[in-house]
């Protein structure tokens, strides 16, 4: 004789546990009325309530969790789509505060998984409900992986291809929680193919990231002011996406996030009549995934002389982007202005970073020099070339047999580098009083805490206060990078 519902619940009472026979014989009863009624549903509940973590338990989870996946998913209108009221349901059963169990969050994962569609506010309970499981298991185990996946991506014929940003700010919040703990190596696996999925296979840009996703990565890597190994990762594979063996820059105007497997760069660069100005920004990644470079140049005027320069600074950084000669782009630019007979006065500046031995490479052509603050240090310090007695280093255009020096510093982890043209330090206040170098490196060392975002930011605010909102004097751009 079959089983029902109350002899299921005498023999929980008498016993203490469920004993397979029992589930077997109400699974084959409830399969007949598949999908199961509300009344069923909350008898299921009722009994789950008085499950002992004993003998049975196994069984009883795949009655439990297969019977009311397919009473919320299969009784409506829309099979697949769980509609707001059984989302409001399910939530009410399970408690808003209180931690699950794992047969209660099974039966989230499950219906997330089987689901084509679930509510906001669902989902929003679903990722709540496993961070919280996260945090008591005090690391993300692979199993949990496997559960987050299948929330995220769906199974069998509900697969779903990409995330949402909703998603990515989940995963983005449970890695910050969970930096430092013992995690899988599965779940670095996971969260790189699932946000860089989200970044570069959109129908929007597809195969490189915009500048709102750009500005959306940063703030979420930067919201706990450190890069964890997990986020690195992360960079690796998407890096703005400057991809090994490529040159990326150019004349326009940019307020954005760029990185490489070496560094991390928070740039702003605005041309002072709008449009395209004199200030020119690249940044080269060489094939062997080791050598980052970027040139900063700023031509006086504009028009076909800048896009001449552009064009030169590009095919050099191309030809030469597997050399940690740096001084050698500048030594082709300054040939290449005398040949053209350009008289328009270019500076220059050529930094690479080069990981094998974590050294930056830094040259100038009568360019300002850079500053760079060591992790160990809350001061931003001037970067300037030991110089002999002949001249060298000189603005490009001005000499065809001068030289171009290079040498290097160490840099580590977390050192940071600041780059920018001279439109920043001779921003006029109302006076006709200059920004100045002084004053620059004073606003530099008051937001050394912050993120290379904040660090930027704090300039762009200090040149607005100096000038009184105006930034018509000239091409301005800056960029604050950081060592990974």
């Known amino acids: 004789m079959g089983y029902s519902f109350d002899d299921l619940r005498q023999a929980i009472r008498s016993t203490g ?15 007949k009325a598949d999908p199961i009624g509300r009344k069923e549903a909350d008898l299921l509940f009722e009994l789950h309530a008085e499950v002992s973590a004993t003998e049975g ?6 009655l439990f969790v297969d019977a009311l996946t397919g009473h919320v998913l299969g009784g409506s209108s829309r099979p697949g789509v769980l509609r707001d009221e059984d989302a409001v349901y399910l939530i009410a059963k399970l408690g808003e505060a209180s931690p699950l169990g794992e047969v209660e969050i099974e039966l989230l994962v499950n219906v997330c998984a089987c689901a084509e ?58 890695n910050d929680a969970m930096t430092g703990r013992p995690n899988h190596p599965a779940w670095t696996e996971f969260f790189v193919e699932a946000i860089s999925g989200h970044v570069l296979d ?6 490189e ?35 090994h063996n490529e040159v990326w820059g150019g004349i326009r105007s940019d307020d954005l996030q760029a990185s490489t497997s070496g560094v991390v760069a928070s740039l702003y660069s605005r041309a002072c009549e709008g449009g395209k100005g004199g200030d020119l920004y690249y940044f080269s990644l060489s094939a062997s995934d080791m050598l980052t470079r970027i040139a900063v140049a700023d031509v006086s005027g504009h028009g076909p002389t800048v896009t001449d320069v552009s064009q030169w600074i590009y095919d050099s950084l191309a030809a030469r982007m597997n050399s940690a000669e740096g001084n050698e782009v500048l030594a082709d630019l300054n040939r290449l ?20 031995d974590s050294h930056l490479y830094f040259a100038y052509a009568g360019h300002p020099p850079a500053y ?6 809350d ?27 290079q040498q290097r510093i160490p840099l580590a982890r977390g050192d940071r580098l600041f780059l920018y043209t001279d439109g920043v330090v001779e921003a006029p206040d109302a006076d006709g009083q200059i920004l100045g170098a002084s004053r620059l490196a004073a606003v530099l060392d008051a937001g050394s805490a912050g993120t290379p975002r904040d660090v930027k930011d704090a300039v762009l605010a200090a040149i607005h206060e100096h000038t009184g909102g105006s930034m018509t004097h000239d091409d301005v751009t800056f960029m604050v990078v950081e060592v990974l």
């Open 17 to 31: 546990v469920v004993r397979g026979e029992a589930v077997r014989e109400l699974h084959d009863a409830l399969r």
């Open 57 to 62: 338990d196994r069984s009883w989870q795949t």
């Open 117 to 174: 569609r679930v509510p906001d506010r669902f989902l929003d309970y679903v990722f709540s409900a496993l961070r919280r499981a996260v945090e008591e298991d005090g690391q993300i185990a692979e199993a949990r992986v496997g559960q987050i996946r299948r929330v995220v991506y769906g199974g069998g014929d509900a697969g779903r291809e990409g995330i949402d940003r909703r998603t990515g700010n989940f995963l983005f919040d449970l």
């Open 202 to 207: 959109d129908d929007r840009s597809p195969e």
């Open 209 to 243: 990231v915009d500048a709102s996703e750009a500005d959306w990565l940063v703030q979420r890597m930067e919201a706990d002011q450190q890069y964890d190994d997990t986020e690195m990762a992360l960079l690796a594979k998407i890096k703005h996406a400057i991809r």
């Open 337 to 356: 202005a005398a040949e053209r007979g350009y008289k328009a006065l270019t500076t220059a500046v050529v930094v690479t970073f080069y990981r094998p």
């Open 372 to 377: 760079v603050r060591r992790r160990s240090d």
């Open 379 to 405: 001061r931003w310090r001037p970067v300037t070339l030991v110089e002999g007695d002949d001249p060298a280093n000189l603005p490009l255009g001005v000499d065809p047999d001068v030289r171009y020096d």
